[in-house]
Structure formats: C-alpha cells, structure tokens
Antibody, heavy 120, light 107 residues
C-alpha cells in the first residue's frame, strides 16, 4: 500500500534552517510528483511547492521563493523540503503529499506530518 | 492567486442531519476542485475531486457539485465519524490554494 513516512519533529531557532524528509513506498516514486503543504497551529492548509520526481522541476509558492528548496533522492524514493531563515511564523506541521497526476494537482496520499517549532 | 471562500466557517449538526458546505472561488476554475476531511492531529483525507467525483473508498453519503466559481460538499446523513474540518482546494491555477476550512461539530 502507498505510504509516505516523514522525519520527526524539529525545534529550531529563528534564522536557522530545517530539512524534512518524506520516504515513499508502495508505488513507483518517479511516476507521481510530490507537493508540500503546511498548517500553522489552529490554522488552515497552505501549499508550499511542488517537485516533479521524474524531472526534478519545481514550482514554489511566491511567498516562500528564496527560502525553500525541494529535492528528491530517487534511489531512496525520498523527497526533501528545506526551509531557510526560519521565523516564528514558520512554526507549523509540514506535510508531504502525493500528487494524483500531472494535470490533476490534488493529493491522494499524505505523510503523517512533521511539526517544526521555531522558537528562541 | 485564486481565493477560495468557504462557508460557514463552522456549524453544529446532529447525527442524521443533511449538511451542506459551500466553496466560492474568486475566479472560474472549471471543475478543478477537491474536498478533504481532516480530523484533529491527522493529515487531510481526499473525499472528492473534479468537483463531483467520489474518491475510492469514500462513503456515498458524501457528494460534491458545482463548476466555475460555486461549489458544494454535501453529507446526506451525518455520521459520528464525520465530525471534522473540511477543506476545498483548487488545482486549476498555480499557486494551488485551499479554502479556510469548515469545522463540523456535534450539536
């Protein structure tokens, strides 16, 4: 069965960077893109960006441009999200999600979420 | 960016009630809309895509409709396990965007 398993919770100081991993199993990793979505405490869902697991092409939310990098390791079926220059308002649960197909950018499987806390 | 406005932001209902949630897009998105259910501490779960197509394994009491700018999610007979927060998401344009959510609570 399809599974996305994310790395564990992180606590970071303002200005630091965080890198969250998302290991996929149960399907051919390079067939479907991965998106990242975050959710601040008690808030709604915010799309952060998308990576093609086949080509490595990326598309980032404008508000995160310059601070976010999405990468993959296809040999390990793992996607990564790195966010730099962390601020307190980056405190959130970060999810990876499998994209259904190239023309249908919605998400049929999600990781369990990774809580990133930014605090001095 | 396309803004998605959900209403109501919360509602109280009883088991067996018919519940309707609306999602309005700031511009037309054809039928490129998905609905998710999220329970506390859990990742969202896909319910409906293409505005009205039920995801495999989702109970038939859930249904979706609409196109262009106005969409609805209907739960025909609310069950105890349906108390959760519901989000719409458009995938017609980048950046992908979500509605603000509708929390369905027990009356």
């Amino acid at each position: 069965q399809v599974q996305l398993v994310q790395s564990g919770a992180e606590v970071k100081k303002p200005g630091a960077s965080v890198k969250v991993s998302c290991k996929a199993s149960g399907y051919t990793f390079t067939t479907y893109a991965i998106s990242w979505v975050r959710q601040a405490p008690g808030q709604g869902l915010e799309w952060m960006g998308w990576i093609s697991t086949y080509h490595g092409d990326t598309n980032y939310a404008q508000k995160l441009q310059g601070r976010i990098t999405l990468t993959t390791d296809t040999s390990a079926s793992t996607a990564y999200m790195e966010l730099r220059s962390l601020r307190s308002d980056d405190t959130a649960v970060y999810y990876c999600a499998k994209v259904v197909s190239g023309s249908y950018e919605f998400f049929d499987y999600w990781g369990q979420g990774t809580l990133v806390t930014v605090s001095s | 960016a396309i803004q998605l406005t959900q209403s109501p932001s919360s509602l109280s209902a009883s088991v067996g009630d018919r519940v309707t949630i609306t999602c309005r897009a700031s511009q037309g998105i054809s039928t490129a809309l998905a609905w998710y259910q999220q329970k506390p501490g859990k990742a969202p779960n896909l319910l409906i895509y293409d505005a009205s197509t039920l995801e495999s394994g989702v109970p038939s009491r859930f249904s979706g409709s609409g196109s262009g700018t106005d969409f609805t999610l209907t739960i025909s007979s609310l069950q105890p396990e349906d108390f959760a927060t519901y989000y719409c998401q458009q995938f017609n344009y980048y950046p992908l965007t979500f509605g603000g959510g509708t929390k369905v609570e027990i009356k």
